[in-house]
């Protein structure tokens, strides 16, 4: 069957499950995709992480985990980080919020975001030099973890900070809760540094003392005694489960995935126990790091996962591919296999390390996941039959509604190169209308988008009107003509699933434009909307669809259309019309008409709201073509 994708100007609506037959769920698959700051420069640049999410989205890439945490520097403005180390964010980046637009971006695809905090428990990355902790060591030498004779721990390159220590403890959840308290996540990831110690620390005053406590007697030498390991790694998987039940807390829907070592390896070196982690319940997602370079040792490795894994909590297991590091790139044929191995034995989806990899070899890889694999949409699973991240809503300038009198001076290169670029010289309460349709009533952070432009003389704020359940309110905005892409004007309540704002000069005779609008829903303002995993889903077969000649003019409307259909063969011909909640809205008698004969109807809908709605056209009961309807009042 065809799926019958309801969409209003780019928007794609994710409606509610209704009693209509022709509904049905999206696929549920974990597509991930791990973003860098190591050889790579998507962070580097709004536009480049405008383009790279773009791309992604068109691959079918549904979860973006970019790293926000290594190196001893945030890859966000942290209060935290600026606190303890005396830095906002990592210097590159200095002066932008490369999250922020990751955020922004990957939700306009409908995409989830977990930030990565790569490096975790590891200070620093020394490589062959003495270990000296970095930055976190000359501050806060009391933090590192050190062995059974003193020095600082060093394991594969990395200094490691005592996880295990209550003030570095502390420092982590502050870091994580801060990113969860500033921004409109869907979950947080943690990899094999977190939460992490090697199995040779342990051995500070602040551990020796509180194991002391506990047990009597210190810690014996040999770091690779059973019950110390034990007694170790039970302290970071209590840090883990404290830790996500403090962001439960903030939000139940958001996931704690997790990407650590295998196991048992990653336990016997690194005191991670994932076995635990995914048995009790402590993380939602499970991505074990499947990072092998060919099939048989991948095979061994995943089967092993999964027999380790409870039978009920399997489905949590997603396959860690290492896509590409060094000069190694994946081949197209062992990704492949590894693939359909996943889905021979029930992944629900997999997660790539890391994005360069689908654009090596002119993106073969991405052309193979986009037209093999991930050919069909589909939403991150677990979510309970909900999905979190409906797409944006998108409207064009040239597409908002114009009330008013402009004097339009031409286009601007903005969204898809189509605003509108006005001189508003008249009285101001007139203005641009922007309305939407969106899949559930509730709060939604509105955009507008600046493509960079020189020599422009606009005025530098403007009114905006918003329309929604609080009634109308008036507020003035800032209009930022230097920041690149979306940004940010306001957060407005949305009733009967209509988004209207309206956009008015503060001052007569200056230059304006009017720019593309998105809405998004916004998660932390609205978390109990549920948005159910179902879609409109047109029956009827490929061959029919092409044939289908059923036209709708105006479209859309304000209330009334013309419906009308050329007959191909003889029979009872009606019209039924639904909302996106699969409410049967209208349904007209049956008209009878001959093959090659002329099915008309005036379709009035002045007692509904503005919105999408669907049509069926039938005859003699079975249904022959669905359109989108747009009414605009």
Known sequence: MLRFRLALIGCMLLCFFG???????????????????????????????????????????????????????????????????????????????????????????????????????????????????????????????????????KKNGFDWLNGLHPEVQTFMNRLVLEMVDTYDLDGIEFSDRIPALPVEGGYDSVTVQLYRSEKGTNPPDDYRDSDWKRWRANKLSDFYESLRDSVKKRDQQLIVASSPSLYPWGYEEYLQDNVMWVNHNIVDHYIPQLYRQNLTDYQYELNKTIDQTLQHKREMIFAGILMNVGSYTIPVTLLRDMLNFNRSVGLLGEAYFFYEGFKKNNGEIGEFLKNEFYNEEAVVPLRNGEIRRPKASI??????????????????????????????????????????????????????????????????????????????????????????????????????????????????????????????LNRKKSPSVKVLNTIV?????????????????????????????????????????????????????????????????????????????????????????????TLIK
């Not at 930030?115 to 976190?136: I, M």
């Not at 403007?462 to 009634?471: F, Q």
């Open 19 to 153: 009693h209509q037959t022709g509904l049905a769920q999206l696929k549920e698959e974990m597509r991930a995709v791990k973003l860098t700051n190591v050889d790579s420069q998507i962070l580097f640049s709004d536009e480049a992480i405008e383009e790279a999410i773009d791309y992604l989205a068109s691959i079918g890439i549904n979860a973006i985990l970019p790293v926000t945490f290594n190196a001893a520097k945030t890859q966000f403005p942290s209060k935290v980080m600026q606190e303890y180390l005396g830095e906002l964010i990592d210097p590159r980046m200095a002066g932008r919020d490369p999250f922020k637009r990751v955020l922004i971006e990957a939700h306009r695809h409908g995409m989830e975001v977990y930030p990565w905090f790569e490096y975790g428990f590891a200070a620093w990355y020394s490589g062959a030099s003495d270990a000296n902790g970095g930055p976190f060591g000359s501050k806060y030498p009391h933090w590192l973890s050190v062995d059974v004779n003193g020095a600082i721990t």
């Open 537 to 629: 889903e047109e029956v009827r077969s490929n061959q029919r669809s092409k044939k289908i000649d059923l036209k709708i003019y105006p479209n859309p409307f304000n209330p009334t259309t013309t419906v009308s259909y050329k007959a191909t063969k003889t029979g009872m011909y009606k019209v039924m019309v639904f909302s996106v909640i699969g409410e049967k809205i209208l349904e007209t008698r049956n008209q009878f008409v001959q093959r090659n004969g002329e099915f008309e109807y005036q379709l009035n809908m002045s007692s509904q709201h503005s919105g999408v709605y669907l049509l069926q056209l039938m005859v003699d009961g079975n249904i022959i073509g669905t359109s989108k309807l």
């Open 395 to 520: 409207i064009k300038g040239k597409d908002a509604i114009n009330k008013s009198e402009w004097n339009f001076s031409g286009k601007l290169n903005d969204f898809q190169k189509d605003s509108l670029f006005v001189r508003a010289d008249f009285n101001s309460t007139n203005g641009i209308r922007y309305s939407s349709a969106v899949p559930v009533d509730g709060w939604y952070d509105v955009y507008y988008y600046n493509q960079q432009q020189s020599g422009l003389t606009i005025s530098d704020s403007i009114l905006v009107k918003t329309i929604g359940i609080l009634g109308d309110s008036l507020i003035t905005i800032p209009f930022n003509t230097t920041q690149y892409g979306w940004n940010y004007a306001a957060s407005i309540p949305v009733s009967d699933k209509t988004a209207s704002i309206s956009i008015f000069p503060k001052e007569d005779g200056k230059e304006m434009y009017a720019p593309s609008v998105m809405f998004i």
